[in-house]
């Protein structure tokens, strides 16, 4: 079952408007709540070298954001604006995807007239290191996002070899990536899985 996310129509509204506010570059901010109900939002700065192409929560919001549990909230969901592409997780945001249990909200702003919000849940699966990181380099048509970074995105659909699998009960998409090499050692290739998020906007 996908996880499910509620989320009030004013903060929703904020969300949008931070957005807009930093376009072309991509907003960023951080969701605390309960129990997956969001309650409140905390619009923080995209601090990346590149923001119009990536985004970085700033040390201070994350900071803050640890302080929600002595509060007895938590950090349910992170979001950030894509200006010009669609809703759905890149590979740099799928590598730089720290939070495995909170759920990843992309705001596209490609129809700046129709804004669309979609979460995702980004989870690290496997690392595969050596001579298995060595044959997936060989056997699968990596593309170079990034300077430092390779990847390839496996629609939900697509046949798997069976090192793989994931077991999950309704198939679900996945990236494999690697960062730039450090030695002449083949570099680890991470699978991280992009699950869909449902989401409520409620009054």
């Not at 901010?29 to 109900?37: E, K, Q, T, Y």
């Not at 699998?165 to 899985?193: D, M, N, T």
Request: a neutral charge; proline letters at 10%; charged letters at 20%.
């Amino acid at each position: 079952m996908a996880p499910h996310l509620i989320l009030p129509q004013f903060i929703y509204r904020a969300m949008i408007a931070h957005a807009r506010a930093e376009y072309p570059r991509e907003a960023c901010g951080l969701l605390r709540g309960r129990a997956r109900r969001v309650v409140g939002m905390l619009a923080a700065r995209n601090v990346a070298p590149d923001p119009q192409r990536d985004y970085e929560v700033d040390a201070e919001s994350l900071l803050r954001a640890l302080t929600w549990e002595n509060e007895g909230d938590e950090l349910v969901a992170i979001y950030h604006s894509h200006p010009v592409s669609p809703a759905y997780p890149s590979a740099v945001d799928a590598g730089r995807a720290f939070y495995p249990n909170s759920v990843y909200l992309i705001i596209s702003l490609q129809n700046p007239n129709a804004p669309r919000l979609k979460g995702y849940l980004l989870r690290p699966e496997a690392i595969f290191r050596d001579d298995a990181a060595r044959r997936l380099q060989q056997d699968i048509s990596f593309q170079q996002v990034r300077p430092e970074l390779w990847a390839h995105l496996f629609s939900g659909d697509a046949p798997l070899a069976d090192d793989l699998r994931l077991g999950a009960s309704a198939p679900i998409a996945f990236y494999l990536i690697f960062e730039k090499p450090a030695s002449h050692r083949p570099p680890p290739v991470r699978l991280i899985s992009v699950q869909p998020a449902s989401i409520s906007i409620q009054i």
